[in-house]
T-cell receptor, first 113, second 112 residues
Framework: SAVISQKPSRDICQRGTSLTIQCQVD?????MFWYRQQPGQSLTLIAT?????????ESGFVIDKFPISRPNLTFSTLTVSNMSPEDSSIYLC??????????FGSGTQLSVL | GENVEQHPSTLSVQEGDSAVIKCTYS??????FPWYKQELGKGPQLIID???NVGEKKDQRIAVTLNKTAKHFSLHITETQPEDSAVYFCAASWDSNYQLIWGAGTKLIIKP
């Protein structure tokens, strides 16, 4: 297994501001991903974080709104930009290890006022 | 594309009884099927997974069965305990290195 440290665990933000979420993995990582989870819903993939290059975004998500960095193998950040109340959600970092299994961080609960 | 349906959405069982959650998938090329448990305020935790070359896998009180012909797989929890209360998600992909397609989740309630 792996320990995936994600912070902050929760935040309350004002409309129009931005929040950067950090994710650190303590194991050998092959791939890192960012998910969004609305309350009571399943997981929606935002993007694959690529080391040293632009992230690969899923349909409905764009780089200007959700810029992602991955400067090294085990660290990534997700920024939620120009936030609106519709961005209120849980954001989850995940990592696929060399054993091909996918693990998750504890999530960031974001509320936008 | 692949679609995963999960049932039931909510399952309430008496402590000590068994619980079964079922998922069906649409893409016959899918060959990797993990199950995750998510407790309130936490991220999903991988509890068991199975590949298409295996029909059943067990780990203590939990087991997963796979029927490739019918394209469905199930999570079985025996001797349920209060700590089993959580939301369970199934997922499928056509390789463990590819994107997971997620079920909608099942809220499992264990009644004392």
């Amino acid at each position: 297994s792996a320990v995936i440290s994600q912070k902050p665990s929760r935040d309350i933000c004002q409309r129009g501001t931005s929040l950067t979420i950090q994710c650190q993995v303590d194991s050998q990582v092959t791939m890192m991903f960012w998910y969004r989870q609305q309350p009571g819903q399943s997981l929606t993939l935002i993007a694959t974080a690529n080391q040293g290059s632009e992230a690969t975004y899923e349909s409905g998500f764009v780089i200007d709104k959700f810029p992602i960095s991955r400067p090294n193998l085990t660290f990534s950040t997700l920024t939620v930009s120009n936030m609106s109340p519709e961005d209120s959600s849980i954001y989850l970092c995940s990592a696929r290890l060399r054993n091909e299994k996918l693990f998750f961080g504890s999530g960031t609960q974001l509320s936008v006022l | 594309g692949e679609n995963v349906e999960q049932h039931p959405s909510t399952l309430s069982v008496q402590e000590g009884d068994s619980a079964v959650i079922k998922c069906t998938y649409s893409d016959s090329a899918s060959n990797y099927f993990p199950w995750y448990k998510q407790e309130l305020g936490k991220g999903p935790q991988l509890i068991i997974d199975i590949r298409s070359n295996v029909g059943e896998k067990k780990d203590q009180r939990i087991a997963v069965t796979l029927n490739k012909t019918a394209k469905h797989f199930s999570l079985h929890i025996t001797e349920t305990q209060p700590e089993d209360s959580a939301v369970y998600f199934c997922a499928a992909s056509w390789d463990s290195n590819y994107q997971l397609i997620w079920g909608a989740g099942t809220k499992l309630i264990i009644k004392p």
